[in-house]
């Protein structure tokens, strides 16, 4: 009699067992196509607020601005703080979405790897907008206007007014910059930098007999009163806008035109420009 209890005990649970194994299987049958079993709260990652750039931002708390040093647009301060035009606005930026700003020097050939890595967030330090940029990410409106110029010592510059008598000159520029690309166009040979302070540092020296810069760089730290007063600008190479660039797609693009509007009208923007010196460069909004 024993042993049939034993008997009957193992059978109704190996019953037991199948029934628990058919029931899996029936769950299996129910998954959506392409068998996604994910739960609703993993399924809900897959949608389009969790692949928001700006929810991206938000959840990790910090906007990481790419940049280099480059006066009047983002440099240090005497207690080692970024501060300048873009810089400060960047700040205030941050500050509309909630979270903090981080700023971290890149090297600026790299500037689109550097967002497409997320390595940053966010190019933001006069940078120029081209078709190299606008193809490799989301580019905000344009809020500055600037230009290449030809920077050289000023006991010479009256020898080298036109693009033509440029030829002769032994230049240095940032690499990977704006400035690069018009002496490429215009065939002359040039040692590349890792910034722009680096190329007005070779013509200082001597070590260059020309660099190209940003007009509004220039403007700040070159001429009388000014780090290189012994320097000054004389050949523009082009006409050029500033924007800010973010990843393809972004919807911080859209998020930084607003507050950038808003911005002006509050009349912040103006504000910020002047303390800078940069106030007649400002596109009006």
Known sequence: MKRKLTALALALGLTLSLAACDSGTTGSANTPAGGNSESPAAA??????????MAYVQDKGTLIVG???FNPMDYKDENGEWIGFDADMAK????????????LEINWDNKLMELDTKGIDVIWNGMTINDEVKAGASVSEPYCRNGQVVVLPADKAEDYQTVE??????????NGSQGAAQLDALGLSYVAKTTQADALMEVASGASDACV???????AMIGEGTSYPDLTYTVQLNDEEYGVAFRKGSDLTEAFNSFWKDA???GTVMETATTYGVQESVIEK
């Open 44 to 53: 809900e990652s897959n949608t389009p607020a969790a692949e928001s750039d």
């Open 67 to 69: 940049m280099t040093d």
């Open 92 to 103: 205030a930026f941050a500050e509309s979405l909630g979270v903090e700003v981080e700023f």
């Open 165 to 174: 008598s440029l030829s002769d000159l032994n230049f240095a520029v940032e």
């Open 213 to 219: 810069i940003d007009l509004l760089m220039a403007g």
């Open 264 to 266: 002006y009208d509050a």
